[in-house]
């Protein structure tokens, strides 16, 4: 019994961060990684031991793996063919010639699942799912031996090569600066009877299983070395170290090296938050910027973690990726990278913003595990919503700011104190240009091209998220997001996940509202467009009926004091997706009135009449 | 001739044809008019009934704009945030200027603003030939009479300096970056490149210095020696700049000086002042009038200080006749 009511009031004083930070993931994968990198040949030579268990309801005898850094390897690649089209494509051809190609080479598979079958040399065989284009080898087929069952596991031993592409989008090499994601033979994910493994496309990100990551990583020992997870040991010899990282409940692994970088430690501290070490390794040049580093990472742990969950891991890492290297702003599970310029003006909110934005994907990414392949919008459109709350809730409005002159790292920084600007005006700038282009519910890589994307997966949803606030109230909706956050750490919801809370928390049933915003192309976007106020016009013509029908002519004008005016106010709707709209009319005597529309019609002309 | 010294007189002889500036003042105001009527119109029209409005008449509503500026067309498209700044259209100016990106706001408001180059060279003739002439003094028939007289060779200059600003901006802008991406590689330091690039616009604002300054001598010369061919008078601009070049361009350079400073100084009142009542408002419509009286003066002073140079150096270096016995 006693024992029952220490339980019990352990169980009250644990916060609800302890209690997140207690959770832990489905360990569907584990890896044992030990690798060195090359600064010469711009390398990444090691071995994998991957145990994957089969967490799904049904056996698989084949096994699926990304081989992301294949995206670089020639210009026929998925990618390659897609980013050719994006207006940044020939730039990164640029890049990428004389010898700036990437690839991930796997030199040799060797199976075994414990009580089922032995140790046995596998040939990968590339697939394409989505396009059949027989140049792209960016997924990996394993045939097994057995098939293995659920709950069965399989323990893989994986040497490979990953050559870092020259400025490479999110991963490569810039001189001796070495930013490592997306670089090891990965496993997708079983789920519903199938691999979800998707090939890497220009307009996508990423998608995988959660679990334990072991990685040691052999570089010269001048260079400083940031990655996912904890330090949990280092050796040093022959002019090279060792780090090993560890860290459990996470779907990925990043890691960077670069003999220039400064490093800085802070912890961060909440009373109702479990404490975080936060590493910052950052460029010279931006020693000015450490502060608001820290400070943006500290409030998106503070807010995020207060509205939604608390972030569970011991320590984050933040990177300020080296100017031109193409890796700044991506999100990696305990890591992410961000960047300033040198010279930014003070009032556009810069690095935090930005930083803001990265460290708040270890939450929509990081600990909710949405699929970035087919449902981007519910990573970034949730993170673009959330930074924006954060951003003001942290540091208020900014300044509407220019750079003069900009090119090439240049650039004279100037502010415009006198124009504020929300920070969620940047959103609205850049659906109100793209919104038609297409609609949100799709694949990222199936949207008309990069604006299509941009819009559908950042600044569509976070405005669908802040007008779902707007209407249900601040109350419903917080709860809301908090209960989505929740009851999804550690998992990978879909769609219907959250429509579903909505649904559950709304006064009435919010599909209506889903199947727009989701399914349709266009904006949201009502204007009022004509107000008129006119003294009524006097009664002319017939009136009454029968024998008391009666001619007036013309009406004798009304004292002013009993003046009566007719007004018009003519709303019409601009977007092509219609909401209910909310208008409130002011009259010059001081007098609201609060009229309601559905918005269905393309506009709607209000009459109002009074003294 | 001292540089102070052309520089004294030019402002005398600005000082003496004070009417100049009013004239030409009234011109821009009008000119100004024409094109800020519609513009008031239809602002008229899309917030006069809105509660924006009152806002707007103090202060920039950026979510308005946003939405205004989204099917801005023409002269729409000139209204922007940094037209609400003390400093910021001194930027705009500045940008415009070294990357020659005049069409930004469409071709409508750029063929205004050719137009109001020749506008410009009318006027500066009627100017020029004011402190050219031994009388000096401003009469109103005389200036436009004087206008009309040199027009053609004035609107030729402009013809020539916008064709050779756009071989500039064409063929000499890309080049220097090119030098100035060829330095800067491969670096990784942003700072080193911030600087590499600054060296680039440093250069060009030199060299645009130096073409607006063979103009403004062409334009003191075709009228000065009464000169029939305005090319030619280009030539003989750049000998006398290059023949002179300490005191041309230490004279143009002091005149930029007090430009800038005038332009600083008026930047600041206006960031300072940001009115709250309409008062305040009328306050800094009056003293944006006066900086735009200010910069009227100013170019006047550019013109007659390049006449006074041009005139007291031709006659030191011209030959002494032999007196007749």
Redesign the interface.
């Known amino acids: 019994m006693n024992k029952v009511i220490y339980l019990l009031f352990l169980s009250l004083f644990l916060s609800a961060a302890e209690h997140a930070a207690a959770q832990q993931s489905p360990k569907v994968v584990s890896y044992k990684i030990d690798v060195k990198l090359s600064p010469e040949k711009k390398t990444v030579e090691g071995v994998e031991t991957l145990t994957w268990t089969n967490a799904g309801a049904t056996p698989t005898g084949e096994l699926f793996f990304h081989l992301y850094l294949n995206a670089f390897k020639n210009s026929q690649s998925t990618f390659m063919l897609e980013a050719a089209q994006r207006p940044d494509g020939p730039s990164f051809y640029e890049s990428v010639k004389n010898d700036g190609w990437g690839y991930c080479e796997v030199v040799s598979v060797v199976a075994a699942s414990p009580g089922n079958f032995k140790e046995t040399p596998l040939t990968p065989v590339y697939v394409q799912p989505d396009d059949d284009n027989a140049h792209d080898q960016t997924v990996m087929k394993l045939v097994l031996p057995k098939s293995v069952a659920p709950g069965e596991s399989v323990v893989l031993n994986i040497e490979f090569i990953s050559k870092l592409p020259h400025k490479g989008p999110r991963t490569g090499y810039?001189?001796n600066?070495f930013f490592v994601a997306q670089w090891l033979p990965k496993i997708g994910v079983w789920m519903d009877g199938e691999w979800n493994c998707h090939q890497f496309h220009a307009n996508s990100e990423f998608f995988a299983d959660y679990g334990e990551y072991d990685v040691s990583v052999t570089v010269p020992m001048e260079y400083v070395v940031g990655a996912s997870g904890v330090l949990a040991d280092s050796t040093a010899g022959d002019g090279q170290k060792t780090l090993r990282f560890r860290q459990d409940n996470i779907h990925d692994f990043a890691w960077t090296a670069w003999p220039?970088y400064k490093t800085a430690v802070r912890t961060f501290e909440h009373p109702d938050l479990p404490t975080v070490k936060m590493r910052l390794l950052y460029?010279p040049?931006h020693q000015k910027y450490v502060d608001a580093f820290f400070d943006a990472t500290a409030n998106t742990l503070k807010h995020f973690g207060l509205w939604y969950v608390a972030y569970p891991y011991p320590q984050i890492t933040s990177v300020d990726a080296?100017?031109?290297?193409n890796s700044c702003g991506m999100e990696y599970p305990t890591l992410f990278t961000t960047c300033v310029?040198?010279?930014t003006p003070k009032g556009k909110q810069q690095p935090l913003g930005l930083t803001i934005h990265e460290c708040g994907h270890q939450f929509f990414y990081g600990l909710i595990g949405t699929n970035e392949f087919e449902n981007a919008w519910m990573d970034e459109g949730f993170t673009t919503y959330a930074t924006s709350r954060c951003l003001f809730a942290a540091y208020g409005e900014g300044a509407?700011t220019?750079i003069?002159?900009a090119?090439?790292?240049?650039?004279?920084p100037?502010t415009?104190?006198?124009?504020?600007?929300?920070p969620r005006?940047w959103i609205?700038?850049n659906h109100?240009?793209r919104g038609a282009l297409d609609f949100m519910d799709r694949f990222s890589w199936d949207y008309v091209n990069r604006y299509a994307y941009r819009n559908n997966a950042y600044e569509k949803p976070a405005l669908m998220l802040w007008t779902l606030e707007n209407y249900l109230g601040d109350a419903v909706f917080n709860k809301i997001m908090k209960t989505y956050a929740e009851r999804n750490v550690f998992k990978h919801p879909k769609p219907q996940d959250f429509i579903d809370i909505v649904n559950e928390f709304a006064p009435q049933n919010m599909d209506w509202f889903f199947e727009k915003m989701l399914h349709q192309p266009g904006v949201v976007?009502v204007?009022?467009t004509?107000?008129v106020?006119t003294p009524a016009a006097a009664l002319q013509g017939y009136t009454g009926h029968g024998d008391e029908m009666e001619l007036i002519k013309a009406e004798e004008k009304k004292k002013d004091d009993d003046e009566v005016f007719e007004s018009q106010v003519h709303v019409r709707r601009l977007g092509a997706i219609s909401l209910p709209v909310e208008l409130l009319v002011?009259f010059e005597n001081g007098e609201t009135i609060e009229k309601q529309w559905d918005g269905e019609a393309a506009y709607k002309i209000f009459y109002f009449s009074g003294k | 001739m001292k540089i102070v010294d052309a520089f004294r007189q030019g402002v005398s002889l600005v000082d003496q044809n004070r009417k100049a500036i009013c004239v030409i003042y009234l011109v821009n105001l009008c000119v100004a008019a024409i094109f800020a009527t519609p513009l008031f119109i239809l602002f008229h029209k899309q917030v006069?009934?809105?509660?924006v409005r009152d806002e707007l008449a103090f202060?920039?509503n950026?979510?308005w704009w946003?939405?205004f500026s989204?099917s801005a067309k023409g002269l729409e498209e000139t209204m922007r945030?940094?037209l609400?700044?003390g400093?910021?259209p001194l930027?705009?100016n500045?940008?415009l200027l070294?990357?020659g990106k005049f069409a930004s706001f469409g071709w409508f408001v750029f063929a205004l603003g050719l137009g109001y180059v020749f506008l410009a060279a009318f006027f500066n003739g009627g100017a020029i030939a004011l402190f050219a002439d031994e009388r000096k003094t401003f009469t109103t028939g005389r200036f436009f009479s004087n206008a009309g007289l040199y027009f053609h060779h004035l609107a030729a200059l402009a013809t020539t300096a916008l064709v050779l600003f756009w071989l500039f901006y064409k063929l000499l802008n890309p080049a220097i970056?090119a030098v100035?991406?060829g330095i800067?590689g491969?670096s990784?330091?942003?700072?080193l490149?911030?600087f590499v690039?600054?060296g680039g616009?440093l250069i060009l604002f030199v060299l645009v210095f130096l073409i607006t300054m063979i103009f403004d001598y062409a334009k003191v010369i075709v009228i000065s020696e009464k000169k029939e061919s305005s090319w030619l008078c280009i030539w003989l601009a750049v000998k006398f700049i290059f023949g002179n070049f300490g005191k041309t361009v230490g004279l143009n350079a002091l005149l930029l000086l007090i430009g800038v400073a005038v332009v600083l100084v008026s930047g600041l009142v206006l960031?300072l002042l940001?009115p709250t009542q309409i008062f305040l408002l009328a306050l800094v419509f009056l003293i944006q009038q006066l900086v735009i009286l200010a910069h009227i003066a100013l170019r006047l002073t550019f013109y007659a200080s390049e006449t006074v140079l041009y005139q007291q150096q031709s006659a030191a270096a011209a030959p002494v006749k032999k007196r007749k016995r």
């Open positions: 810039h001189q600066y220039n460029m040049e080296v100017w031109r290297s310029d040198w010279l509407n220019k003069y002159l090119r090439q790292g240049f650039g004279i100037f415009l104190k006198n124009v504020p600007r929300d005006d609205v700038d109100r240009g976007d204007a009022v004509k107000v106020s002011t | 006069g009934a809105l509660t202060k920039f950026y979510a946003s939405s989204f945030p940094t609400s700044g400093f910021a930027f705009d500045l940008e070294l990357s970056f100035v991406d800067v491969d990784l330091s942003q700072p490149a911030w690039n600054l616009y960031t940001q």
